[in-house]
Nanobody, 125 residues
Framework: QVQLVESGGGLVQAGGSLRLSCRAS????????MGWFRQAPGKDREFAAA?????????YYTDSVKGRFTISRDNAKNTVYLQMNSLKPEDTAVYYC?????????????????WGQGTQVTVSS
């Protein structure tokens, strides 16, 4: 079992920045990919970004966040981060941390084994 605890959400004006954190505990050695998804009201949960925990830390982003969001990790702390810059009102959502024991980065929710509780990000116009 892996437990994930997110923090860092909040209310920010358009153009502002937030940094989300997600700390893993439990069987964290089984984690190969760490990612972030988001779910806006009335919409499906969608992929935002993910990275390999090892192997050079390859990253992958959905097109709508490329150039604005940066995913990173600190393996010593079992923590993954999502730095979000130039935030837009359409980025408003609950953001979820997720981890996978698969070796490939995938963008579907079914590919991830454990999920955090979610943290609200609200961007005002």
């Amino acid at each position: 079992q892996v437990q994930l605890v997110e923090s860092g959400g909040g209310l920010v004006q358009a153009g502002g920045s937030l940094r989300l954190s997600c700390r893993a505990s439990g069987r964290s050695s089984s984690i190969y990919v760490m990612g972030w998804f988001r779910q806006a009201p009335g919409k499906d949960r969608e992929f935002a970004a993910a990275m390999h925990r090892w192997s050079g830390g390859n990253t992958y982003y959905t097109d709508s966040v490329k150039g604005r969001f940066t995913i990173s990790r600190d393996n010593a702390k079992n923590t993954v981060y999502l730095q979000m810059n130039s935030l837009k009102p359409e980025d408003t959502a609950v953001y979820y941390c997720a981890v996978s024991g698969r070796t490939n980065i995938e963008t579907t929710t079914s590919a991830y084994d454990y999920w955090g509780q979610g943290t609200q990000v609200t961007v005002s116009s």
